[in-house]
Structures are given as C-alpha cells and as structure tokens.
C-alpha cells in the first residue's frame, strides 16, 4: 500500500517538478537579461545639463550669464577633505567598504518600516543616492528599491570610489536650482569653495538631505541647527574634537546670495545668436548652408549646429566680447529717451574704428530679453543710404569721376521706371557733390546705369548683405528699392569700409574659451580691400559734405570729421543714418515695425539727434 502511495506521489511530483524548474530557467534568463540591460543603460558620461555660459565684455567683466540651472563643477581633488567627510559620516560611513548598497542598514530599515507598515525609514549609500540621481526617479516603493540596488551594484564594477564620490557631490540638489557643491559655495557665499571656512561648509552640506526644510533662504534657522549637528557628527566620529566642533558651530554664519549677472539684453541676445554663426563657420557648415538646395538640407544642416551648441552648453563656456559697458548704457538710455512717441522704434549698431568690433547695440526701445531684435533682425528697405555703396563708390572706381564732375539730375526713364526727386523737384546738370549733398533721385538712377548694375551689385558682395539676391538687381536699387533690405547692423558693418577701403565682417565676439580658459572658437575673418585709396577719399568729402551742407545738417560734428548719409523710403515709412567719425561707424533705422509715415519724426531731424548721441563717446 505504501509503495502504491509512492509511485502516486512521484507521478504527481513529476509534472510539478518539471514546472518548478521551467519556471527557475525562465527566471534565471530573465535575471541575466534584465543584468545585461543594467549594464547597457548605466553610462558614466556626464548627464545632459546645461552649465552655465558666462559673457565678458572688453575689460573681463562678467556682464551676463546664461544659466536655468546654476553648476560649477569641481573635481574631486578640489573638493576639500573636510567636505568629503561632512557627507562620508553622515550619508555613508562604510562608503569605502561596501559593493554599492549596505545590507546590514537594508534590514534595519525593512524592519521598521515593516513595524509601521509604511516606507520610513532610507538605507541609500551615497552610490544609491547617485544613482537615483542620475538614472532613476525619487519614489519610496520596494520595486524602485530593487532596482536601484541593482544599478548601484552595477555602477561600482564601471567607477572607482573616488569617481563615484565626485559625481556625487557634483549632482546633489542644494535648492534654488543650485546643484553640485562648488555651486552652492558660489551661490550662497559668493565665494570659491576653497575659500570657505569650516562652518560654511558645514553650512552647505547641511542643504541636500532636506533641500526644502533646510533651504537657508526660508529656513536659516533650521539650516543652521542641521549644520551644528553635522559638526557633533564629526566630532562623535573622532574626525573632530568636541572643541573643535563647538568652536565652528560658533562662528557667524552670513549669506551672501549670488545675483544671476543679466545686464545688456540685446548685446548678449546678439552674441547668443553669433555664437551659432561662429560655431557653422568653424566647423565648415556655413558655406554649405548658404549653398543648399532644399530647405531640408538647411534644416539638417542647422539642427547639426544646433547639436554641436548643445553639446558646448552642457560644458559650460566663457565668452569673451568687444562690448563696451559705459557705451550701451549711455546709447540706451540716450535713445529710449528720444524716442518718446508711442510704439516708434529704432535698431542701431555701433562699430570700433580700430578694431572692427562690435561696441554697442540696440535692439529697440525698452529692449527686453528674448523680444524682436531690430539691430540684426529687422530687415528694412534703407532708401538713400545705401547709394554711397551702390552708386558713388561704384562710380568712382569705374572712371575719372570727381566730386566736382558735372552730371545730368533731370528727368530719366529706363522702360517704364521714371523716378523721381523728393518734392517732385527736377534739376538740370549738377555737380557729383550736389548731387550726393541733397540726395538726387534721379541722378542715382543715371549715375548706376552707367556703372552697371551686374558691376555696382558685385561690390556688395564683400558685405553679405544677407537679405540681398539678383531679383533685387534693378534700377531702384539705386534709391533704395529692395525686395527686402537689410538691417542697421549689416548697413554699420558695410560703412566700415569707408574708414580705409578695406572691409572685416564685425563681430561682438572675441572669443569662446571653456572653463579651464582654452581657446575653443575664435573668428578668424580676413581683411578684403574694396575700395581704392582715392574712392575712399572722395566718399569721406561727400559725407562730411552731407554733414555740413546737406540732408545731415544737424548732425553734430565731431572734429577733425564727421560723414553721414540720410535715407527714406516712400512714404517715409523708414529713416535711415548712416556713417562715421574718427573712433565709430553706426548705422540707425527708425520707424514703426509695422509701417507708417513717419515724416513728422523726419521734419523734427529725430534720426538725425540719434545718429549723433551714437558717436559720442
């Protein structure tokens, strides 16, 4: 009979075991595959956030910062000892001996929070805490618990103790979107980590155990409470001694909150924007951006610039600018003042003769972070004042033309284009400088006829007037009759080649250099001569002339010289200066962004006032 209960047993054992053990294969290939994916999804690279990009101006003052998240990565040999042990005794005091997670503290905490039915009581190591950081999210549940265990394990096979540590102190959360301990020094001190006394440091790590209930912004008490037992911590673990510890609790604790730098909007919205450019151009993607066929490709092409930008952002980066703080704040305010009637605008640039850079810039009235930018992107018709470019210097450096040259003003007609003067007045023959002086219409006309136009527009090419294309090659051009136009920074630039005759695309960056302060960009534009020495001369008498004797009088003139050109377009919808004196070229565009008359700005000279208040110094 026993037997027979046996063999029964054993029958019905056997279809049991077979599914006990299907079910340890399954699992055991479950758990290797679920460690190979560990191993594939921990990567030890930094993580995607932004550092922050610092901007200098010409005398290597920090004038702007770029930043959502405030981050000043140290290595770990920067980190003082002292700090290193803040966080080693009071976080994870076996940090050096275990495998990523501590089991003894495991079932201390399962036991309570067991008792209390509840998720109380952590046993994260510092290796846990980082990855939770890094890879996974903050929920208390047993699931993400095992799982942190899991990649905590994992991360110590791929690091170091010491790699670990770093990253470590480098990615907790210190509140106020602070992470990392070098940035909280900075933050909440002002002051380099080194350069904090023992109770500051103190101070700090007692932050991220609680960011919230110790932020010492809300909570300086309970922070300073949490600091004083951190301080006994270490004096219980003989790192230091009771009197010691008491001696530091003692000492007085005085914030000084950094203020995020954000002066100058529209110079450092410009930069931000020329950083792309420098950025396409140095890595070879400019030309063929210009060149493409398809918007497809331009969108790819851009997106690759894009990418390379997000991966210098993620590093951090210093740029340095030709910006000239005393000169942007007196243009501004200067010109926000003039231009007191309601919703008119102005967009200006201003030019360092001597170096070709970038001073000043204006992006409209009351200019904020972010808004439309009218030095560089409003592109405007520039009516008379891009004949000095189009016209005269063409015309100079096609013959034996003098100011003094005697030239037909009448009434012209090419097909069934008939311009004519302002006012509809109509003049016989005139000199160049006449012409020139009271801006001439129809003598501009003439005068481009004859250089031709395939040849006058070939000496713009030098400028990249970005805007300009070959539909805009017609006879109106003269007048300044584009299809589109160009904007007060490109007109400023185009105008520097009148301080020589020779023409270097201007910049406002200088440099771009990481953290350590190695050059990572920099421009490295070649000078092109344009026009002659004796074409140069000629333009210089006839601006000054417009200064002195024409449509500029009222400009005031800076001795030893000052040159200007005005322009209007119809229905003087846009007013245009541009020009120069002995330390700046500028350009201005005044008018509405979206267009109407301006004439009663253009009978009280208002260009005119700012195209002066731009040259001063």
């Known amino acids: 009979m026993k037997q027979v209960f046996g063999f029964m047993m054993i029958l019905i054992a056997v279809p049991i075991l077979w599914f006990v053990q299907k079910a340890i294969a399954d699992e055991w290939q479950h758990a290797d595959s679920f460690k190979h994916h560990i191993s594939d999804a921990i990567e030890l690279s930094s993580p995607p956030v932004d550092v922050p990009i610092v901007m200098k101006d010409r005398h290597g003052h920090i004038f702007a910062e770029e930043y959502v998240e405030w981050r000043e990565p140290l290595p770990l040999s920067d980190i003082p000892l002292f700090v290193r042990q803040l966080f080693l005794e009071s976080e994870d005091q076996g940090f050096f001996e275990h495998r990523g997670y501590d089991v003894a503290a495991i079932v201390r905490a399962f036991a309570v929070n067991a008792a209390n039915d509840d998720v109380r009581q952590g046993a994260s190591t510092i290796t846990q805490q980082l990855v939770r950081m890094r890879f996974l999210s903050t929920d208390k549940t047993y699931e993400r618990k095992v799982t942190e265990l899991f990649y905590a394990a994992e991360l110590e096979k791929q690091a170091t103790k010491e790699a670990i540590l770093e990253m470590y102190l480098n990615e907790m959360y210190f509140g106020n979107q602070v992470y990392g301990i070098g940035a909280a020094s900075t933050y909440y001190f002002s002051k380099p980590l080194h350069e904090l006394n023992e109770a500051e440091m103190a101070f700090i790590a007692a932050i991220p155990n609680n960011p919230s209930l110790y932020d010492p912004l809300e909570h300086f008490e309970r922070t300073k409470q ?108 200067t010109l926000s003042s003039l231009l007191k009637p309601a919703n008119v605008q102005a967009g200006a640039a201003v030019i360092d003769n001597e170096t070709r850079e970038i001073v000043s810039l204006f992006g409209g009235s009351h200019y904020k972070k972010a808004d439309f930018h009218r030095a560089f992107q409003a592109v405007r018709q520039p009516g008379s004042a891009i004949k000095p470019l189009l016209v005269y210097a063409p015309l100079f450096e096609s013959g034996s033309y003098t100011e003094n040259t005697l030239i037909n003003s009448g009434n012209i007609c090419i097909g069934s284009y008939c311009p004519t003067n302002i006012g509809g007045y109509v003049y016989g023959n005139v000199s160049v400088k006449e012409a020139f002086r009271h801006s001439h219409n129809t003598a501009a006309v003439r005068l481009l006829r004859t250089v031709g136009i395939e040849k006058a527009f070939g000496f713009l090419d030098p400028f990249a007037f970005q805007s300009v294309s070959t539909k ?74 417009v200064v002195l004797n024409g449509t500029g009088k009222g400009i005031s003139y800076a001795f030893p010289y000052t040159g200007a050109k005005t322009g209007t377009t119809d229905h003087y919808k846009d007013l245009w200066v541009g020009g120069l004196n002995d330390n700046y070229t500028t350009a201005v565009w005044i008018g509405y962004d979206q267009p109407q008359s301006v004439k009663w700005l253009s009978d009280q000279k208002l260009h005119l006032r700012v195209f002066s208040a731009l040259l001063r110094d």
């Open 226 to 333: 949490r600091q004083e037992r951190l301080l006994s911590t270490l004096a219980k673990n003989g790192f230091l001694t009771a009197e010691e510890a008491a001696a530091f609790a003692a000492l007085p604790i005085e914030l000084q909150v950094k203020k995020k730098a954000n002066q100058f909007p529209a110079y450092q919205t410009y930069v931000l924007a020329e950083l792309s450019d420098l950025i396409a151009e140095s890595e070879g993607l400019k030309d063929k951006i210009a060149n493409v066929d398809s918007d497809a490709e331009r969108a790819a092409l851009l997106a690759q610039v894009k990418q390379r930008r997000d991966e210098l952002v993620t590093k951090g980066m210093v740029i340095e600018t030709a910006l000239d703080p005393h000169k942007q704040r007196q243009d501004e305010r």
């Open 472 to 545: 805009d090659w017609t006879y109106a051009a003269a007048l300044g009759g584009f299809s589109k136009g160009m904007t007060p920074l490109e007109m400023a630039g185009a105008y520097t080649s009148f301080i020589d005759g020779t023409f270097t695309p201007v910049h406002a960056i200088r440099a771009v250099k990481d953290k350590e302060g190695n050059v990572l960009y920099k421009w490295s534009d070649e000078q092109v001569e344009v026009w002659s020495p004796a074409t140069v001369t000629k333009i210089r008498h006839l601006l000054s002339d």
